[in-house]
């Protein structure tokens, strides 16, 4: 049976969206509705890509996303398997269920749903609680609170990691 354009992209994303709650539920909360807003939309269903541009902001829950260009890609099964987000400083917020708020910007932010790992790339920036990380290069796994910085990424200028850590409060 095909559908009407609108009933396949609403069905696409509502899958694809939901297979991101699923594979990740620290960063998306399953019961929440997902909310995009961009001025354009590009679907291929057959390569499994949603393109949004032009000030993207996608909020699901206690996750936000925000950049001027968002692809979203799903695997064979349906599920958002990676979601990039590009533009001048692109940003991602989470407070997960059982931690410390989650912000990071960058000139991509590439967030790998099966992994639960972000990718931070060019002016890289991950505030984690209180402590601080920068770079050409910052990149965070979620479930094991391991983070990486690199002064070089590929096709980015050398900028050196600085870190901030915060002392405890007793």
């Known amino acids: 049976m095909s559908y009407p354009p609108r009933q396949r992209l609403i069905g696409w994303l509502a899958a694809g969206l939901l297979g991101l709650t699923l594979t990740a539920p620290v960063l998306a909360q399953q019961n929440e509705p997902i909310e995009v807003e961009a001025d354009r939309l590009e679907l291929d269903d057959r390569a499994g890509t949603a393109v949004y541009s032009g000030a993207v902001e996608i909020r699901q829950g206690n996750l936000q996303l925000t950049g001027a260009r968002v692809e979203i890609q799903r695997n064979d099964a349906g599920e958002v398997s990676r979601l990039t987000a590009t533009g001048e400083r692109a940003y ?45 290069y910052v990149e965070y796994l979620i479930d094991r609170r391991l ?12 900028q050196r990691v600085r870190m901030t850590l915060t002392p405890e409060q007793q």
């Open 92 to 136: 991602l917020e989470q407070t997960p269920v059982d931690g410390e708020r989650i912000q990071g910007w960058g000139r991509t932010i590439v967030y790998h749903a099966a992994e639960r790992r972000v990718e931070l790339i060019d002016r890289a920036e991950l505030h984690r609680g209180a402590d601080t990380f920068n770079g050409a």
């Open 147 to 158: 983070v990486e910085a690199r002064a070089d990424a590929e096709g980015t200028e050398r």
